[in-house]
């Protein structure tokens, strides 16, 4: 698969990613949409779902829609790094678009939002006790288990060209969103569980620059902490994994 094709498969599946997952926190948080008050687990199933049709979306690409998932498949030594550039392109854009798609579909919500400073959590995430360092230590866990599972998981080998392969790539993927969900539901309080850089970073820059009324800031000084974190975490488990007997 070449450059240009990898990144358009990247663009689809991410961008359906941060709609849906973006989507379902703006269906609980808006007030005047029939999810208000669903709650953390409905978050949290949402987002899983949102992984699911995303990767089966970006398919034929791997379904990487992650840096973090990228970074951690080629410092385990499953990637060409030359590919690495495709990747992260495709996932930052589409995580944008998908951000910015979400705010079309809840435009009319958000302009009768009574709290529209609070609005930065739809599209990025924040930690519940600010604390650099703790929060990162929470990213870089959460990210590590994602990741280390991709790259451990007896259902999944990496193919030619580092692709991911789920056998049946219906129940892989649905296998990923259910570790995702896992992964919010016990480590996601904390911050948010980003675990994805591209998926925060890319809504966060929608955010800061989507005509929202009335909106709060991006909080440029935690944005580093959820790209860091999964990166960090992703290379730990890359690391690890290529030391492991098999």
């Not at 609005?119 to 230590?137: D, E, M, Q, S």
């Not at 892989?172 to 969900?181: N, R």
């Not at 690890?240 to 098999?246: E, R, T, V």
Request: aromatic share 10%; charged share 10%; with cysteine.
């Amino acid at each position: 698969m070449n450059f240009w094709e990898i990144v358009l498969w990247e663009i689809m599946g991410t961008a359906a990613l941060t709609l849906l997952g973006c989507g379902v926190v703006a269906n609980v948080v808006l007030r005047k949409s029939l999810g208000h008050n669903g709650g953390w687990l409905l978050i949290n199933m949402g987002w899983g779902l949102a992984v699911f049709i995303g990767a089966s979306i970006a398919a034929p690409s791997g379904a990487h829609l992650n840096p973090a998932v990228t970074l951690g498949l080629a410092s385990a030594d499953k990637l060409d790094w030359g590919k690495v550039p495709a990747y992260l392109l495709g996932e930052m854009v589409g995580a944008f678009l998908g951000a910015v798609l979400c705010w079309v579909t809840y435009k009319l919500q958000f302009d009768t939002h009574d709290e529209p400073q609070n609005t930065r959590g739809i599209f990025a995430t924040g930690p519940t006790v600010p604390n650099y360092a703790w929060n990162l230590a929470t990213e870089i866990i959460g990210t590590f288990v994602l990741v280390f599972w991709i790259l451990t998981s007896p259902g999944v080998t990496a193919g030619e060209g580092g692709l991911p392969q789920f056998g049946n790539a219906a129940l892989g993927y649905a296998a990923v969103a259910f570790v995702v969900i896992g992964i919010g539901n016990s480590l996601g309080g904390p911050t948010g569980y980003a675990i994805n850089p591209a998926r925060d970073l890319g809504p966060r820059i929608a955010y800061a620059v989507l005509p929202i009324k009335n909106k709060g800031g991006a909080d440029w000084n935690y944005s580093w902490v959820p790209v860091v974190g999964p990166l960090v975490g992703a290379v730990l488990a890359g690391l690890l994994s290529q030391i492991l007997p098999s």
